[in-house]
Each structure stands twice: as structure tokens, then as C-alpha cells.
């Protein structure tokens, strides 16, 4: 074989591996502005996200509205992550995938910059799990759902980070403005499992 020709067949090889073993990240266009990034946290262990939890704070009429301030993931081992969270509101129950699935793709609802009035940011997230099933949030419905990030396909979904924005004292608080994930390694996938759902039967 040509020396040219099997250096770009390596090197092509070594591109479509990467691509195959790295952590893509999947995101959304319509985050709120305000806030910084914390720090990824990853399911341990060769474990996935199957499920979410919320912090959200109640409306707070006629005082500083925040809304969500957290997102929680379960991981298929029982243990939970969670990135930066605001210091404002209470953690709702788990949605958790069918059984046999996993979180692989979301959106935001995302209230725009207010002005001189109340602004929220992120308001409430949804989910859509390998098999298709949408789970929505239990978030406030101020702002607009805007498009659906990326899909992670059978991987599923094994990081977050989120961005949010510290208390302001007598400022405006926003407290969650936006999250990205990043999908999990084939490393976590089964070997002999029908990823949408129950057991693959073998034919005759």
C-alpha cells in the first residue's frame, strides 16, 4: 500500500475512534445570560442518567421570582449528580425513563432579559429518553421552550454542568440560567439488550 495513502487511512481511523469514545456535548442556543459555569459532574462507574429531579422555587408575587435553581440527574446505579445549584426553593420528585431506557436529549424554557422588570431565566427543562418518551419538568411557565439540543441516540446522557448566577442581595435574582450535558461512552452500553426497551428475543 502507498505510504500516503495508509498514513490518511490512520489518520481517518483515529478520527472516526475519537469520535466514537469521546464525551460529546450536547447544548441549547436559548440560555439565559447571567451566571457562571460549575463544575462537570459524571455518573460513576460506567452509569447513565434514567432519571431528573428539580429545585424550583415557588412564584414569589409580588417579590424576586428565580424559578429553577437546580437539576438533579439519577444515575442506573441509584446515585445522583448535580452540578451548580441556587440557593432558592425545593427539590420535586424524580421523572424517571421506562424501564430500560435513558436520558438522551432536552430543551429549555427559557425566559428572555426582562428590563426593569422580574427576570427568571431558566424556568423548567424537558427530557426525551432513548425510547422516545418526553418528560417535562415541573418548572414555572414564564418564557418559551426553545429547540431540542443534540440527541446522545442509545448512549444516553452521563454528565452535566450548569450555569447560575450567585445571589444579588438587593439585585435582580435569576439564580439557573442554562445546562449542558455530554453523552456517555459505549463503554456503558449493554451488549445484548434492546436499548429502547425490554429483552431482544433471538429468532429460529
Not at 437539576?71 to 425513563?97: D, E, H, Y
Not at 443534540?150 to 438587593?170: D, F, H, L, M, Y
Request: aromatic fraction near 8%.
Amino acid at each position: 500500500m502507498d505510504t500516503s495513502l495508509h498514513a490518511t487511512l490512520s489518520l481517518v481511523l483515529v478520527y472516526c475512534l475519537w469520535g466514537a469514545w469521546a464525551q460529546t456535548k450536547i447544548e441549547v442556543s436559548n440560555g439565559g445570560i447571567w451566571g457562571k459555569w460549575g463544575e462537570e459532574e459524571s455518573c460513576p462507574d460506567n452509569s447513565f442518567a434514567i432519571g431528573f429531579s428539580m429545585k424550583v422555587e415557588l412564584p414569589q408575587l409580588p417579590g424576586d421570582d428565580t424559578a429553577l435553581n437546580g437539576i438533579r440527574l439519577l444515575c442506573s446505579n441509584g446515585k445522583t449528580i448535580q452540578s451548580n445549584v441556587g440557593p432558592w426553593g425545593s427539590w420535586g420528585t424524580v421523572m424517571k425513563c421506562p424501564p430500560g431506557q435513558r436520558l438522551t436529549q432536552f430543551r429549555l424554557r427559557v425566559e428572555s432579559c426582562q428590563g426593569l422588570k422580574d427576570d427568571t431565566a431558566a424556568d423548567n427543562i424537558e427530557f426525551v429518553c432513548t425510547g422516545g418518551v418526553e418528560l417535562m419538568g415541573h418548572g414555572r411557565c414564564w418564557g418559551k421552550w426553545g429547540p431540542q439540543s443534540r440527541s446522545c441516540g442509545q448512549r444516553g446522557i452521563c454528565t452535566i454542568a450548569t450555569k447560575v448566577e450567585a445571589p444579588q442581595g438587593k439585585g435582580d435574582d435569576t439564580a439557573l440560567n442554562d445546562v449542558y450535558f455530554k453523552c456517555c461512552s459505549p463503554l456503558t452500553l449493554p451488549s445484548r439488550t434492546n436499548l429502547t426497551g425490554g429483552p431482544r428475543f433471538a429468532g429460529r
